[in-house]
């Protein structure tokens, strides 16, 4: 049974310090998509990658936050230096094309103090 | 741009009961419409989709849903409820017109009670 990977899934951190999310696409999906969950913003789309290349990453606070694929089995999403307003649940999810049906991982719960 | 509406935060019913949790769009081309649920602590999960062909899609635990193009919705309905079906619902869609990113309605949280 083929599922998206997250790491850690959970994470508490103080302000400042640098938090690094790690995502395992579903063997063969060819994007990946980063997302970022809290009660007041709903979803929201952070980056994707399409082929291992960012298409668009106007999502993310640029000062901060960095989302790379160094291969085809990893994606990393950066905060540095994350800030208490980080605090969400992180998402990442990937899929066949970037029409397709996307499969999401089980998040990442960041807490930042 | 794309835009996706879900007009009620919660939606009660009782057990047995049809369902519908309602979702309406907006877009500039065609749309691409999605369903998923979130159970807690849990990712989404894929329920359905519409893409094109017939506008009722049916979709996994029995959910369904209908393109509606004329009014711009794409409801989902169950025919009865179960209390396992309770969870948060997120409409999403993607107008192909106007690039590559899913749109997420606000969720709609629905509540099954015995």
């Known amino acids: 049974d083929a599922r998206v990977t997250q790491t850690p899934r959970h994470k508490v951190t103080e302000m400042g310090q640098e938090v690094t999310m790690r995502c395992q696409p579903i063997?063969?999906?060819?994007?990946v998509f980063w997302y970022r969950q809290t009660m007041m913003q709903g979803l929201e789309l952070l980056a994707y990658?399409?082929?291992?290349?960012?298409?668009?990453d106007s999502g993310m606070p640029k000062d901060r936050f960095s989302a790379e694929m160094p291969d085809a089995t990893l994606a990393t999403l950066k905060i540095q230096p994350s800030e208490p307003r980080d605090s969400a649940v992180y998402f990442c999810?990937?899929?066949?094309?970037?029409?397709?049906?996307?499969?999401f991982g089980p998040g990442t719960r960041l807490t930042v103090l | 741009a794309q835009s996706v509406a879900q007009p009620e935060d919660q939606v009660n019913v009782a057990e047995g009961n049809p369902l519908t949790v309602k979702c309406t769009y907006s877009v500039s081309g065609n749309p691409y419409l999605f369903w998923y649920v979130q159970y807690p602590n849990r990712g989404l999960q894929f329920l359905l989709k519409y893409i094109t062909g017939d506008n009722l899609v049916k979709g996994s635990y029995g959910f369904e849903a209908e393109f509606n193009k004329s009014q711009t919705s794409f409801h989902l309905k169950k025919p009865s409820a179960l209390v396992s079906d309770s969870a948060l619902y997120f409409c999403?869609?993607?107008?192909?017109?106007?690039?590559?990113?899913?749109?997420f309605g606000g969720g709609t949280r629905l509540m099954v009670k015995p």
């Open positions: 063997l063969g999906h060819n994007t």
């Open positions: 990658f399409r082929n291992r290349a960012p298409l668009d």
């Open positions: 999810a990937s899929g066949l094309a970037l029409v397709d049906t996307q499969y």
């Open positions: 999403a869609v993607r107008d192909d017109n106007a690039g590559n990113m899913l749109t």
